[in-house]
């Protein structure tokens, strides 16, 4: 309401307009297809769980600096102290992370369940009995010819 919108600017808190949460999502927009992470809600959940204010001059430092990283170009960041250097370089960091990590677990989601295919098609034509731990990739095999060859060794 137009009161507690005056009781928050009385206290120096200032809302952003539809037009500026607009850009603000834009840029969330942005960085999301530059990264490959998906939105939650119209903004990166990783930013906004950081607590990472985005605005303009950061969203398009962070997308010129992932840029020259993906073409191989060397980045020198400089400014005074107190400015965010950091602090951008800490939020880039998560962003870069966020996507490998990502791709990692679904490039290793891909190699069990090929392991476990190829496992299964071998083990259910020799009668064998297959377990797969998924994060480990600890594949251990037990046969029923176990109790088998027991029992005519023990004779």
Known sequence: STKDKAKLTSIGVTLPTLVEHDKNQRLHEYLSTAFNIPLENGEIELIKSNKYVLTKDFAYKMLNIHERKKCG???IIEGETGVGKTF?????????????????YHQRDIVIDYLKTKLNNILMMSRHVLAVDTYNVVVSVQTNLTQRNKSNYEQ
């Open 88 to 104: 951008l370089l800490e939020m880039l960091s998560l962003l870069w992370n966020h996507s490998w990590t990502k791709h990692i």
């Open 73 to 75: 170009m060397p980045v």
